[in-house]
């Protein structure tokens, strides 16, 4: 008799990590079960609102799939550059039993610097805006989409260094 539900974790993004761009999201979603009665997964996205304590929200559909994934596969590609701000991602999963499992985590979604618009250059700010990268517009030619992810492990870590 199978009581079991599939396990899910999301390994990439954590909670409350910086992204940007188009996120692969690293994780586990299979059934550790003796039957092997996979139904699927899904990886939904939705806005996170503080102050709405119910937690009714509306969930978007990033990509689901029949197949389980173990030991930290790419579970999707999310591209987050028509999005921003802090989003919750949850990844759940079923069998054939009916039995379910889900696993979420919050994620704060910055924008892409080529998609500054600034005449006068673009900024990337923490969470709680205590630091603040500024890169001059002359500079934002230069700096390739992929470097935002870089910029923002510099603000994680010097926003650790700041009381």
Request: proline share 4%; net charge negative; aromatic share 10%.
């Amino acid at each position: 008799m199978d009581i079991i539900p599939p396990t899910t974790i999301i390994n990439y993004p954590s909670n409350n990590e910086l992204i940007c761009g188009k996120i692969a999201i690293i994780g586990s979603a299979f059934d550790n079960s003796p039957i092997k009665d996979f139904k699927r997964y899904q990886l939904d996205y939705a806005e996170y609102d503080s102050t709405n304590l119910d937690q009714s929200v509306e969930w978007k559909k990033i990509h689901s799939d029949n197949n389980p994934l173990e030991n930290n596969n790419v579970l999707a590609v999310w591209d987050t550059e028509t999005v921003y701000g802090y989003f919750k991602l949850r990844l759940s999963a079923e069998d054939h039993l009916g039995h379910s499992s889900e696993y979420v985590v919050l994620v704060n979604i910055v924008e892409t610097l080529d998609e500054a618009s600034n005449r006068f250059g673009a900024s990337i700010e923490s969470s709680n805006r205590r630091i603040q990268l500024y890169i001059p517009q002359a500079q934002l030619k230069k700096i390739h989409t992929s470097m935002c992810y870089r910029l923002i492990q510099l603000l994680l870590y010097f926003h650790q260094m700041i009381p």
